[in-house]
């Protein structure tokens, strides 16, 4: 079995789920799709914003064997389709909402056990676990294809560079449908032990009250793009957020003006122009405030591996 020892916390519906809770989910879920007929090998479908119930689908698909493709259910139905097409998927993982696909679309939370069988296989280290789709900047989006042995070994560079303690209470701003959200700002955290406040559904809102959120939360570390910061920033810092240590900014180029501002706005020292690709699972490497001078196009060094 999984185990599990951070916490989730979903924001816009202010649900958590425990790391024993969640681990108790991904067992009843990871058994439930064996029954379904997903094997080892066998590829399926994540259509979903980032939830709690993401978390558990994930950690099911990965309990049994299998590889989850990981897409935007907010895409158009003929683009939803072509992808489901291109994984090979044996069922499709939603919310719930109608995506239009030619193969099963379940919603797993909301399924009784029935039978759900024998344990699952476990998790196979070597074999293809995530398939995360690049942009598109290049062309058409390529399926980066990640083994957990590469994942765990990407957040345990992580953890190093930036430290459990710091990542104890993290705000996940973005999507967890490319490895800046999903990896950087969600795995990494969780399974360092520590509270994920899930809030990349809460929309433009998010920015605009970025504040309280992380005094409410005692937010230690978050992750984000320069564009959240543009709506953070139109709203004055009227007290200092002592508990963020640690801000990493990513995805798109940051100005030095802007990271001079978001250092002053957020009173934080350790404010991080990170670098990453898809590829890579996510960040290789990142430029700190606290031992740089911020400078356009600055991304510091390497963090190995």
Same mark, same amino acid.
């Given at each position: 079995?999984i185990?599990?020892?951070?916490?989730?916390?979903?924001?816009q519906?202010?649900?958590?789920?425990?790391g024993?809770?969640?681990t108790?989910?991904?067992?009843r879920?990871?058994?439930?799709l064996?029954?379904l007929?997903?094997?080892?090998?066998?590829?399926?479908?994540l259509?979903?914003?980032?939830?709690?119930?993401?978390?558990a689908?994930?950690?099911?698909i990965?309990?049994?064997g299998a590889?989850a493709?990981?897409?935007?259910?907010a895409?158009?139905?003929?683009e939803?389709?072509?992808?489901?097409h291109f994984?090979?998927a044996?069922?499709?993982?939603?919310?719930?909402?109608?995506?239009?696909v030619?193969?099963?679309?379940?919603h797993?939370?909301t399924?009784?056990?029935?039978? %759900?069988?024998t344990?699952?296989?476990?998790?196979?280290?070597?074999m293809?676990?995530l398939?995360?789709f690049t942009?598109?900047?290049?062309?058409?989006?390529?399926g980066v294809?990640h083994?957990?042995?590469?994942?765990?070994?990407?957040?345990?560079?992580?953890?190093a560079a930036?430290?459990?303690?710091?990542l104890?209470? %993290?705000?996940?701003?973005l999507?967890?449908?490319?490895?800046?959200?999903?990896i950087?700002?969600?795995l %990494?955290?969780?399974l360092?032990?520590g509270?994920?406040?899930?809030?990349?559904?809460?929309?433009?809102?998010?920015?605009?009250?970025?504040?309280?959120i992380?005094?409410?939360?005692?937010?230690?570390?978050?992750?984000?793009?320069?564009?959240?910061?543009?709506?953070?920033?139109?709203?004055?810092n009227?007290?200092?957020?002592?508990?963020?240590s640690?801000?990493h900014i990513?995805s798109?180029?940051?100005a030095?003006?802007?990271?001079?501002?978001i250092?002053?706005?957020?009173?934080?020292?350790?404010v991080v122009?990170?670098?990453?690709?898809?590829e890579?699972?996510n960040?290789v490497?990142?430029?700190?405030s606290?031992?740089?001078?911020?400078?356009?196009g600055?991304?510091?060094?390497?963090?190995?591996?």
């Amino acid at each position: 079995m999984i185990h599990i020892t951070g916490t989730l916390h979903h924001l816009q519906s202010d649900t958590r789920m425990t790391g024993a809770e969640l681990t108790a989910e991904i067992d009843r879920r990871s058994r439930m799709l064996k029954y379904l007929g997903v094997s080892p090998g066998d590829s399926v479908v994540l259509a979903q914003a980032g939830t709690p119930d993401f978390f558990a689908d994930l950690f099911a698909i990965w309990a049994n064997g299998a590889t989850a493709f990981v897409i935007n259910a907010a895409l158009p139905a003929a683009e939803c389709q072509r992808l489901v097409h291109f994984s090979g998927a044996r069922l499709v993982l939603s919310h719930g909402q109608d995506l239009s696909v030619d193969v099963p679309a379940l919603h797993l939370a909301t399924l009784h056990d029935g039978e %759900t069988g024998t344990a699952p296989a476990g998790m196979m280290m070597d074999m293809a676990a995530l398939v995360l789709f690049t942009s598109g900047s290049t062309g058409q989006p390529k399926g980066v294809v990640h083994t957990l042995r590469s994942l765990f070994a990407r957040i345990a560079l992580n953890q190093a560079a930036i430290g459990t303690a710091t990542l104890q209470s %993290t705000l996940a701003t973005l999507p967890v449908t490319f490895g800046h959200g999903l990896i950087g700002n969600s795995l %990494t955290p969780l399974l360092s032990g520590g509270t994920v406040y899930l809030g990349a559904d809460v929309g433009p809102t998010l920015g605009l009250h970025l504040n309280d959120i992380l005094h409410r939360h005692n937010i230690t570390f978050m992750s984000s793009v320069p564009a959240l910061w543009q709506l953070a920033m139109r709203s004055p810092n009227d007290k200092p957020t002592h508990a963020l240590s640690r801000i990493h900014i990513g995805s798109a180029p940051l100005a030095k003006e802007m990271w001079h501002d978001i250092m002053y706005w957020s009173r934080c020292n350790t404010v991080v122009n990170m670098y990453g690709m898809t590829e890579t699972a996510n960040w290789v490497g990142g430029a700190s405030s606290a031992e740089m001078t911020p400078e356009n196009g600055l991304v510091g060094q390497l963090w190995g591996g």
